[in-house]
């Protein structure tokens, strides 16, 4: 199988991994955040993305989402996993438990936000945005390390780059969204367009504004994110070692969705 595997900067790359070379893949709506790094692991080819950069230089809202997920299409990638922090809005969700979003509220804008074009009118559904089949493996995976995780949850996009204030998180808490981050859109959607699965892994890293008790750092975010370094790497040694995904119809996504 072919693996895309999006981090927030780096790849924790895990024993077993073999590099295998750096391909850098500039396509029609221009570059990537960095380069893709393959890597073999078993019978599976490996590719990540660092999302940010390397040097964690793009800001959520002015990263190149087209090109990145682009780049996954011109591997022929079987599926993508993303990972990436979040605030919890819920208060179920406490800073270190990790989280397999099933579903999603795009509060971005500005952001070229799909593939679609004047004479390439679609428009895909996206009732349930992510995989199931890969979100059943994701959730497995996690009953397997033992962390404290929920298997579904509303993630809600905002655009960054500043956090969000009190009185947003509070209305946000009213309409039922579990968790904000800033990274998920359009990259979601720009996955489904091109009919490839894509899940996510999320660790909430702090509770979000109004709901701390204290001012909200990025200091709390590589603290839970180290914190729980040996969890990440488990997942994604356990998600390049999959064999095969249950049947979806992720891939089928363009069928009925253009006007006859």
Known sequence: MKIGIISGTGFLVEE??????????SNKYGSPSSSYKKYLFGDNEIYSIARHGEKHQFPPHLINYRSNIYGFYELNVDFIVAFGAVGGINSLLLPGDFLIPDNIVDWTYGRESTYSDIGDTYHIDFTYPF??????ELINILKKSGVRFHPKGVYLCTNGPRLESAAEINAFLKLGFDVVGMTLMPETALARELGICYAAVNIVSNFAAGISKTPLTTDEVVEHVKNNDAVIRFIIKEVASMKRKSPCSCHEAIKNARFK
């Open 131 to 136: 995989c199931p089949s890969i979100r059943e």
């Open 16 to 25: 077993g991994f073999k590099f295998v070379e750096e391909i850098n893949l």
